[in-house]
Structure formats: structure tokens, C-alpha cells
């Protein structure tokens, strides 16, 4: 019988030691999430009472199959999945587990394929995990704080899933829409990306002064639909003439947001191939994390990631919170 761990106890190097546990065995995944919800201290997710306690099997004296807990106070039944984005999922948790430390660890992004062959599972059901994984990495973008310091802002296309189209009644195969992605990031700090409509100067800048403090300096090239978007910062406007060759000029530049953009092109080209317009502001969401975590180790970034899932709800249609 496994010893369950004293999870409020550990320090993070002994706490990230039980994820490789937690990827191959059920109870040791569901100690682990339940530990970092919760700590020592498991309370009802219905009446937020702490006098709970786990429900075990009147035979064997272990832990119910479905891992249920019951609030003496409300006396209702439930499982830690409540409130969480895995929810309503009959996927075990070991599952979710491996699928949270690979997205968490994997700087071009894991294919639902491979976790599909990894977990034996079906396509639908690694699809419906990896979903649901993103939407816990998505920002909080209400409560996140502006963006300070040098930001650089860029913007790129990035191309969406081929299909077939028809040009004067001739078939164009394999012909990509397009989609244009904003994003604008901190010297040595977080970064915000998202999809926007076009590159005109009206939506560039209205990307860039909702999510930069006004006292920011920013950096950026020289598209035209930057220009005059110094006067609605304290700090400076610089901008990098490209066309001419020009790529840093003192600490002028914007290489870190193209960086940036690079290794979504990359892992968007080599590992999941195509993603369409619909979804990839899940993709970007999940980049992002890996982004802004960068600093943390590989297991640090999981359980950060794991944590993120509580509170939050993959509602379809569309992405609601519940």
C-alpha cells in the first residue's frame, strides 16, 4: 500500500520528486492534486466547511474507487475534479497528470497524437485534455498588471489550416488563411499575445495601450501603424528600421518579441502542423505560460500549471468560466 506523502510538508524539490509517481499510478495522482489544492487541510467544495473526511471501502478499508470525499456539515458527496478543469471527465487523473507535466515542460508544445499514443487513449479524449489544459494556462488578463519597463511590441502571421479554394472556378489546394497575431513583451518579463483583426494603426495601438502602463518606453519597427503611439506614453517611442538592415541599434531592438514568435512558428510548423484560426488563441495561451514561467523549473512549471486549474471551467460553446 502507497504511504501517502505529507504534500503541505515537502519542500519543492521533493514535492516535484512525486510527479513522475503521480504519471503512472491513480492514487499517487490524486494525492498529488489533492495536495496542492488543498494542502493538509481538504475542505467541501460546496460549503468551503473543513469538517470533511475521504469515504473508504467498507471491505478493504481504502480509499473509494472514485476517490469521493463527504462534508459532515452539508453532507454532500464530491471529488477534487469539482471546480476544476478537468471536471465531468472520466479520464483518470494519472492521465491528466502526464499531459500537464508535458505541456508544462515542452518549449514547442506537445501534439495531442503523442499524448494520445503515450496514454493509450483515444484522439477525442487527448484532444478534449489538451483543450482543457490550455484554457487552465489562459492569463487572467483582469486582474494581470500592465506591462512595464521596455516592451517591445511586434506583430506577425502566422498561417491557419490548409483547405481547398476556388479561384475562377480552378482549385487552389492547400491554399492558408491567415492569421495576425499582436504581442508585446517586458525586457526580462511577461509577455501578452493575441489575435487581432488587422494592422492598422487604430487597432495596433489600441493593442498596445490596453495592455502597457503609460509610463512603459516602447520598442517596436518601423510599420507605419506605430507611428504616434509615443504620445500616449510617458517614455519614449523607438523604432528599428528592418528594411534597411537595421536589427539593434544601442539597446533598441525587438528581438525577444521576435524570438518569441519564432518558437511559435516552430512548434505551430513542427508539432501540431496546423491549427486553425478558431482555436489558436488556445495555442497562444499555452506559448504564453510556457513564457511567462520561464524562470521555474520544469516542475515548478507543472504544479503552477496544476494549480491554475482550479476555478475554471472548459464551457462549450466558447470558453466560459463557471
Not at 88 to 113: C, D, I, M, N, Q
Not at 172 to 201: C, K, L, M, W, Y
Not at 231 to 243: A, L, N, T, V
Request: charged fraction near 30%; charge should be positive.
Amino acid at each position: 500500500m502507497r504511504r501517502k506523502p505529507d504534500l503541505h510538508n515537502l519542500s519543492k524539490s521533493e514535492l516535484i520528486r512525486e510527479i513522475p509517481a503521480a504519471c503512472s499510478n491513480e492514487l499517487a495522482a490524486v494525492e498529488l492534486f489533492e495536495g496542492l489544492r488543498w494542502g493538509n487541510t481538504p475542505c467541501c467544495v460546496k460549503c468551503g466547511s473543513v469538517d470533511v473526511y475521504a469515504m473508504k471501502d467498507a471491505k478493504t478499508g481504502e480509499r473509494s474507487k472514485r476517490y469521493l470525499w463527504r462534508c459532515r456539515d452539508c453532507k454532500e458527496q464530491y471529488t477534487l475534479r469539482i471546480g476544476t478543469v478537468y471536471e465531468e471527465s472520466r479520464l483518470p487523473l494519472r492521465h491528466w497528470a502526464y499531459a500537464f507535466w508535458r505541456a508544462s515542460t515542452s518549449k514547442k508544445g506537445v501534439s495531442a497524437l503523442e499524448i494520445k499514443r503515450h496514454c493509450q487513449i483515444s484522439y477525442k479524449s487527448a484532444l478534449f485534455l489538451m483543450n482543457r489544459i490550455r484554457f487552465a494556462m489562459a492569463p487572467d488578463l483582469p486582474t494581470a498588471p500592465p506591462l512595464t519597463g521596455i516592451v517591445e511590441c511586434d506583430e506577425t502571421f502566422v498561417k491557419g489550416k490548409a483547405h481547398n479554394k476556388f479561384i475562377d472556378n480552378c482549385r487552389v489546394e492547400n491554399a492558408r488563411p491567415q492569421s495576425i497575431v499582436f504581442g508585446a513583451v517586458e525586457r526580462d518579463g511577461q509577455i501578452r499575445r493575441h489575435i487581432v483583426a488587422d494592422v492598422t494603426g487604430k487597432t495596433l495601438k489600441a493593442a498596445i495601450r490596453k495592455c502597457v502602463d503609460p509610463r512603459a518606453r516602447i520598442m517596436t519597427d518601423e510599420h507605419g501603424g506605430y507611428k504616434g503611439i509615443g504620445q500616449f506614453f510617458e517614455g519614449e517611442h523607438d523604432s528599428i528600421r528592418h528594411k534597411r538592415g537595421q536589427y539593434a541599434k544601442g539597446d533598441v531592438t525587438t528581438n525577444t518579441i521576435e524570438s518569441s514568435f519564432a518558437l511559435i512558428k516552430r512548434g505551430l510548423i513542427g508539432t501540431y502542423h496546423n491549427v486553425s484560426h478558431e482555436y489558436l488563441h488556445r495555442y497562444l495561451w499555452q506559448f504564453d505560460f510556457v513564457w511567462n514561467t520561464r524562470k521555474m523549473n520544469d516542475g515548478e512549471r507543472t504544479i503552477e500549471a496544476i494549480k491554475a486549474a482550479e476555478g475554471k471551467r472548459l464551457m462549450y460553446p466558447g470558453s466560459a468560466v463557471a
